[in-house]
């Protein structure tokens, strides 16, 4: 429910009450008018007084929140919120300043040995010497 609108709601059931109880007291348990009339004053003290005061603060908070929302709209319409994706990160350099990543291409593999059948592991663009028999291993 809106601000304001369950203050307006609180202070109509409070009135309408008020209203049916003063009424109800002054037809049925009054005798002399000093007693209606006291009755009466109750009720009008302790539920319609209270009542009007909610129906006609719930009018005000509701109007104050209707033109805060307005107030908002014109503000958003008038002061648009403009994004930008955030600048790509820069490629990482390596030791020696260059933009090329440190990462190589491929990944290492088990390389045979063309002698003896023994494998080796290799990083790309690497050689090295086969364990068993010294024979030359390259990455292809």
Do not use: W
């Not at 006609?56 to 805060?68: A, M």
């Not at 059948?117 to 086969?130: D, M, R, S, V």
């Amino acid at each position: 429910m809106k601000p304001g609108k369950a203050k307006q709601v609180i202070g109509v059931i409070l009135l309408l009450i008020g209203v049916g109880a003063s009424v109800n007291y002054s037809f049925f348990m009054g005798n002399e008018l000093n007693d209606i009339l006291a009755g009466v004053a109750v009720y009008i003290a302790i539920m319609i007084i209270p009542g009007i005061c909610l129906i006609i603060f719930g009018r005000k908070n509701y109007k104050s929140y209707i033109q805060s929302i307005e107030d908002a709209e014109r503000h958003a319409r008038e002061n648009p919120i403009i994004v930008t994706p955030p600048p790509p990160y820069p490629p990482p350099s390596n030791a020696n300043g260059s933009s090329r990543s440190n990462i190589n291409s491929g990944s290492p593999k088990m390389i045979d040995c063309p002698s003896c059948g023994a494998k080796k592991e290799l990083q790309p663009n690497q050689t090295g010497n086969c364990d068993y028999c010294g024979s030359t291993l390259s990455y292809r």
